[in-house]
């Protein structure tokens, strides 16, 4: 069947041929983007990234990732034994065996991805999407017809059916190859391997990455207008979403009915790196906003011609969206950038975010309290003031917390028990000033930046091995956002620190006399943001407490709704992500709920009704303590 083969050796390159026009085309559009470092080297890292990182995330679904595997795995094989046997025209017919076995696992694949659009998950979008598993299993059916074709003997009767093989290929090379180009749902293919090695991110593959791109005030960096202002590979890096719509089902603002999406967001950001609007959009819309009503272009500018100001600042930033995202894309990384340019050119911020910003600027403490008070939660407690030239084991960062009543039990128990571990450690009285981390998440990079300058130089005037703080918000700015600025810090959550005492029997601790149903919040700026899970786990176990866990918990926990600004911007939706939480506890019979983080104590304990009591891990460390007699 000499015919068969000449024929998908002119496939094949007619293919070659449009993947190529179209991926220059792409390439045109994300070159309209900023500049942003080129490292080649990054895809020599692309086998690496995709066979480990992404199926890292997509092995959560093991339905899923054996059909990945499958087909995916078929498909490489395949056109890369085509592209071989067929492209350089050798015509093996080993090598055609080789291709009939690729294309049957591929075909096998296909099924499971028709069996799981049969009754599809809300998340999963529809429209172009729908088709994709009759044209992946036409090309697998194609390449395993023509290979049969190929190696068996010519006859009338294989002469017939090498045509509709051949188109069958020839549609199902057309999903991949016109992809790149047209946008279609097969774009993702060759933008998610080019966005694995040009990633705008690229440590978080040596670990975790969370810290945010400092702005370059002086340079007239003001965050991101329109889509060209994004750097050329965070443009790449949205052509790669595969809208599988995991970002939407973990996002506790599109939960709680307030009109973001983080698909659709991702999405708008295409379309407007494209030029064109939403109307054809075809997964779930913002809630409460109608598709069709929005358009983009690459130098238009984005609020509120394609995005309107309440999805951006319906954000927690939570990063559960990014935690769940099998193509590894940023989303909380553009919304801060969109955020920045909202809030430092314009000063377009809704609710109370002005106030408290100003509040920063004005009296260093978000809710502008005097900070010379900000200590009064400990002046009975004779906890040492830290002074010049007296070095001390740790510093004790209070945070913002400090200045609620109710969070200072917090403090105060976490204070009784760094005594009976013989910690010494001082505070840092009204030296101490907010760290800036709620400035930057709602945009207001000048503060943060003025507000970190200022403590990295008030840290410089003691001597001190580390930093424990009780709040997570504090932990992360001073570990991940402060070195970009000169700051670098041995900072510890409270929960960590005590649980290494716990552990070295420095802090001895006897059974908890709370006999009731106790489950653990994960704070999202200590879990996905600091990989912290096993700690909190370890020091209620060390008590005696068998911590029931809720449905969504460690790295997977949801968020409470105290970040990013979020209650300061306070967008509605149809009910409140605090009342969510509280009904994931109440669903495994908690009494009792153990948080680690004066954000998610002021968020859960604001939910009315019946609910567990909310109490801090230092309070229940405490109440463990052994009775001095």
């Known amino acids: 069947m000499e015919g068969v083969r000449i024929a998908i050796t002119l496939v094949f390159w007619l293919a070659v041929a449009t993947l190529a026009i179209g991926l220059f085309r792409r390439i045109a559009l994300w070159h309209n983007g900023r500049a942003a470092p080129v490292d080649w080297a990054g895809l020599l890292q692309v086998p690496k990234r995709y066979l480990v990182d992404i199926h890292h995330v997509v092995a959560r679904d093991a339905y899923i990732a054996n059909t990945h595997m499958a087909v995916a795995g078929g498909a490489i094989a395949a056109l890369a034994l085509i592209a071989v046997n067929y492209g350089l025209a050798l015509y093996q017919p080993w090598l055609d065996g080789l291709i009939l076995l690729a294309a049957a696992v591929m075909l096998g694949g296909s099924a499971f991805v028709w069996l799981r659009r049969q009754k599809p998950p809300a998340r999963l979008s529809r429209g172009p999407w729908s088709r994709l598993p009759y044209t992946l299993a036409a090309f697998a059916l194609g390449a395993a017809g023509l290979m049969l074709v190929a190696l068996v003997p010519a006859s009338a009767l294989s002469a017939i059916l090498a045509l509709p093989l051949l188109l069958l290929l020839l549609a199902g090379s057309a999903e991949l190859a016109l992809g790149i180009g047209a946008g279609g749902p097969m774009k993702h293919a060759v933008a998610g391997l080019l966005h694995l090695g040009f990633h705008p991110r690229p440590q978080r593959f040596a670990g975790r990455s969370v810290d945010l791109r400092p702005l370059d005030l002086e340079a007239g960096d003001f965050g991101v207008a329109t889509p060209a202002d994004f750097a050329w590979n965070r443009l790449l890096s949205f052509d790669a979403c595969v809208q599988c719509g995991k970002c939407e089902a973990a996002c506790p603002a599109f ?323 605090p009342d969510i939480r509280i009904g994931d506890a109440r669903a495994v019979g908690a009494e009792v709920v153990a948080v680690g983080c004066p954000n998610c104590t002021a968020m859960l304990e604001g939910v009315t009704g019946t609910r567990p009591e909310v109490l801090d891990i230092a309070e229940l460390v405490a109440a463990a303590l052994p009775v001095q007699p």
């Open 255 to 577: 939960a709680a009915g307030q009109p973001l999406n983080p698909k659709k967001l991702i999405q708008d950001l295409v379309t407007g790196l494209a030029t064109g609007d939403d109307a054809s959009f075809a997964g779930s819309p913002y809630p409460g906003i109608p598709l069709g009503t929005h358009q983009g272009a690459p130098d238009k500018a984005i609020i509120p011609f394609l995005i309107e100001p309440e999805t951006l600042w319906s954000c927690t930033t939570c990063r559960a969206c990014v935690e769940e995202c099998p193509m590894l894309i940023e989303h909380v990384d553009a919304i801060v950038d969109l955020r920045r340019h909202q809030t430092l050119t314009l000063g377009e911020l809704p609710g109370k975010a002005p106030e408290a910003l100003a509040n920063l600027r004005e009296t260093a403490s978000l809710g502008g309290h005097d900070i010379a008070t900000r200590q009064h939660w400990a002046i009975d407690l004779d906890v040492p003031l830290a002074q010049p030239g007296r070095p001390v084991d740790a510093l004790l960062v209070a945070g913002e917390g400090a200045f609620d009543p109710r969070y200072q039990r917090t403090l105060r128990a976490l204070v009784t028990s760094l005594k009976a571990a013989s910690i010494d450690f001082a505070v840092l009285g009204d030296s101490e000033t907010d760290t800036g981390d709620t400035a930057r998440r709602l945009g207001d990079e000048a503060t943060f930046q003025a507000l970190a300058q200022r403590n990295i130089a008030n840290f410089a005037r003691f001597d001190f091995q580390r930093i424990v703080t009780p709040d997570p918000h504090v932990l992360n700015s001073l570990k991940n956002d402060y070195p970009a600025l000169g700051g670098h810090f041995t900072v510890l959550h409270h929960s960590t620190l005590l649980a290494q005492l716990a552990r070295s029997g420095q802090l001895k601790l006897g059974p908890t006399p709370d006999t009731r149903a106790i489950t653990y919040h994960d704070p999202c700026y200590l879990g996905r943001y600091n990989g912290e899970i096993a700690a909190p786990r370890d020091l209620l176990k060390s008590i005696g407490i068998e911590v029931r866990e809720m449905e969504r918990s460690g790295l997977r926990g949801r968020c409470c709704g105290g970040g990013g600004g979020a209650p300061l911007t306070d967008i509605p939706g149809k009910q409140r992500i």
